[in-house]
């Protein structure tokens, strides 16, 4: 089964910071663009940040220069270190990844992870 799996959301002060992980699992060939998206209570989901399997990346403007998307191919996982966080943070984090995965036929799969909470208090 192929999955994404989440770690390191919480509940941190205002100026805080905090650093989510997503690592992909399964039979797995390639990954091309990760990504972290959010939603707030009573809003849509919205594009956080993107980073291609070259390492090209792309922020939302409200996290430009604060958030920070990396990847570790070696080990299949996207990583968001978030600093200066603010209460307008406050949402469920949400991992996305295209994956090439090889079983019986080779197909690409877009996945999503189950969510991360992440709590910014004023």
């Known amino acids: 089964q192929v999955q994404l799996v989440e770690s390191g959301g919480g509940l941190v002060q205002a100026g805080g910071s905090l650093r989510l992980s997503c690592a992909a699992s399964?039979?797995?060939?390639?990954?091309?663009?990760m990504g972290w998206y959010r939603q707030a209570p009573g809003k849509q989901r919205e594009l956080v940040a993107t980073?291609?399997?070259?390492?090209?990346?792309n922020y939302a403007d409200s996290v430009k220069g604060r958030f920070t998307i990396s990847r570790d191919n070696a080990k299949n996982t996207v990583y968001l270190q978030m600093n200066s966080l603010k209460p307008e943070d406050t949402a469920v984090y949400y991992c996305?990844?295209?994956?090439?995965?090889?079983?019986?036929?080779?197909?690409?799969?877009?996945?999503w992870g189950q969510g991360t909470l992440v709590t910014v208090s004023s």
């Open positions: 399964g039979s797995i060939f390639s990954i091309n663009a």
């Open positions: 996305n990844a295209g994956v090439t995965v090889v079983g019986s036929t080779v197909r690409y799969l877009e996945l």
């Open positions: 980073i291609t399997s070259a390492g090209r990346t």
